[in-house]
Each structure stands twice: as C-alpha cells, then as structure tokens.
C-alpha cells in the first residue's frame, strides 16, 4: 500500500499571528504603546515594571497584565502604582499567547491608556514563540543571573527589541561581568540596544522612562498627521 | 515546555485541513521545524504522541525536518550559517547578522495519506 502526499504548508501558530497582529493594529489605531517583558524567574521583572509604571504613571496613563502560572501577589504589588492591573494565570501553560492577551483586556478602554506592559511567565524559552502584538518586547537579565544567559537562550534574546540589566545595585558583589554580559547580547542579537538599571536605586531608569516616551511620540505622530 | 501547546495546536490545524478536504486518513505528518524556533524537536516528538491519543491523527507519525539557521551578510551580501545558533555573524567575513533568513519556521509542510 503506497501512500500519497498532500502539500499544506501551514504555520503552526498562523492563529496566534493572525490574532496578535490584529491586537497591534488595534493598539497603533488606540495609540497605546505596547510593551512586553519576558524574562527568567526572579530576574526582577515586577520591582522593575513596579518602577516603571509609577514613574511614568506622573503624567501617563499606565496599565499592565501580569502572566504567572498562580496567584494574583505580582498583580497586588503593582496595584500600588495604579489600579489598571489584571492578572492572568495561564495554569500549566508555561508562556502567553494573544487569545490570552485579548481576553484579559476586555472592557478596558485602550484610547484611554498611553502605556501597557504585559509582563510574560517568567521562563526564557517558551515565552520566544509567541507573537502577543507588542510593538517593543524587553527581555530581562539580572546581574545576579551571570553573563551567560544570552548564549544559552539565544531564540528569546533575538526575538526582543531591548535588553536591560537588571539588579545592577548588586553587580559588584555577584562579580557581574558587564563588558562580557554586553559582548553576548550582542552575539545573539547585533546591534541590540542595553540599559543597565536597579529598580532599588532607581539607576538608569531615566533613560528606559526617555526611551518609552520617545516610543510613544513615534507611535502617535502619523495618527495626528492624519487626522490634520 | 510549550513543545505541547504547539503539538495541539498542530493537530488543530491539521484536523480542520482533513475536514475541509473530505477527511483525511493520515499516516504521517511533515513538519519543517527551525534550528531557531525555541521548539524543541525531542521534546515535541513525545508531546506529539501524547496530544493524538483519542485525535484523528492516534498512530500517526510525526516527521520533523530541522531546517538550519540563516542569517543575510549585508556586507557579503550573501545568505550564511552562522557560526553556532549563539553567534550571529558571517563566518567569512565576521560582520554582525541583524536579518535572519530561515530557522524560525513551525510549518506543518505536508501530510502522508494513506492510499
């Protein structure tokens, strides 16, 4: 018995693309500036959107969905800097996807918030494969995590815009090797812009605040030509 | 672990194409799986056997063409593999790899039916 072949040339995650590229659209059109954060567990994600999002929140609307496998503590921590939080537990699921992200906006009005962060499940694999329609995705690395990390996870460092160094406060006694940390990102991803910071201290947080705005203005300028 | 998330959702897919071609009786499926995909092929091989239990697709084989890293040289202006899936630059002539060609691909390229 001889079998025959038919050709389907699908992507697997056609529907996760298709979806997290409709949610771009939508947020270009809403003109919120969309940012997603993945990183490895404990790397410091949440002190740093913590920061981020009470520093812009001086004069931004800001938002943040906050992915975890369970519990709503990193969704209360961030409450403190605004009330626009919502937690999603993805249960077993180990990333988001855009139905997720979808979902958990609903009733949320977009053209009434200038910032969202979506920060992932920490984990730096799986997370790399899924489109969310994030217009800057930042992955995070923590001084205390070693140099290395871009070479063993190099799909979800290239698949990111931005790398920041985190914990920076502590590099010296975790004898963080920066020029090395940098000399990696930019194996893995040439030409990839770094900012080094501590959410404790509050360095280098300016130049992530600048970055975003700047963001924000590019994102907003057609729209207003446009309607001119 | 996300190589089970992605095996649904190929059998997903695949259980639609089968219906919308009258249904299909498949004994092997082809998959094109990128160097640079963040899939694991092993890992996806075994979830793959779990997620068709009780599918369409139960006894199936799962076939995976691993389809290599390449990146474009702007200053050979030539496509190159890399040295290693960690340094993306041209192994002539050293210069920094920004655009990748291939090796992000989950493409289900196509399905062996039985006769």
């Known amino acids: 018995m001889s079998a025959r072949m038919v050709e389907v040339r699908a ?33 410091g994600k949440t002190a740093f959107l913590e920061k981020l999002l009470a520093g812009l929140a001086r004069d931004s609307r800001v938002a943040a969905l906050v992915g975890d496998l369970a519990t709503e503590n990193d969704a209360a921590r961030l409450r403190r800097a605004t009330p626009n939080v919502r937690q999603i537990n993805t249960g077993t699921v180990c990333h ?59 799909t979800i460092f290239n698949s990111s815009d931005v790398a920041i ?11 963080f090797d920066l020029p090395a940390a940098r000399r990696n990102i930019e194996s893995v991803r040439p030409g990839m812009h770094v900012f080094e910071v501590s959410a404790k201290t509050g360095l280098g947080m300016q130049a992530v605040f600048d970055l975003l705005h700047a963001q924000l203005a590019r994102a907003r300028q057609p729209q207003m030509a446009a309607t001119r | ?7 649904i959702s190929m059998i997903d897919q ?4 089968s219906e919308s071609r009258g249904g299909l009786d498949v004994e092997a499926v082809h998959l094109k799986l990128g160097a640079f995909s963040g899939v694991d092929k092993e890992a996806l091989l075994f979830a793959y056997e779990l997620a068709c239990e009780g599918s369409l697709l139960e006894g199936s084989r799962l076939v995976i063409e691993t ?8 200053t050979c202006q030539k496509d190159r593999v890399p040295p290693s899936l960690y340094q993306l630059s041209c192994p002539e002539c050293g210069s920094p790899g920004q655009k990748i060609v291939s090796g992000r691909e989950i493409e289900v390229a196509s399905l062996e039916i039985a006769a």
């Open chain 1, 96 to 154: 988001l996807d855009a139905q997720m992200v979808e979902k958990a906006l609903e009733s949320w009005r977009l053209d009434r918030i200038d910032f969202l962060f979506i920060e992932n499940v920490g984990n730096l694999v799986c997370p790399s494969s899924y489109d969310l329609g994030e217009e800057l995705r930042f992955v995070l690395l923590s001084a205390t995590e070693g140099e290395d990390k871009p070479l063993k996870y190099p």
């Open chain 2, 67 to 74: 389809i290599p890293l390449v990146i474009y040289c702007a």
């Open chain 1, 165 to 175: 160094i985190t914990k920076m406060d502590l590099a010296e006694a975790a004898e």
């Open chain 2, 14 to 17: 695949i259980t639609e194409e």
């Open chain 1, 11 to 43: 992507k697997v995650l056609k529907q996760n693309d298709l979806l997290a590229r409709a949610l771009r659209e939508r947020f270009r059109r809403e003109g919120t500036c969309v940012v997603g954060l993945v990183s490895s567990p404990g790397s």
């Open chain 2, 1 to 7: 672990m996300h190589e089970l998330s992605i095996a």
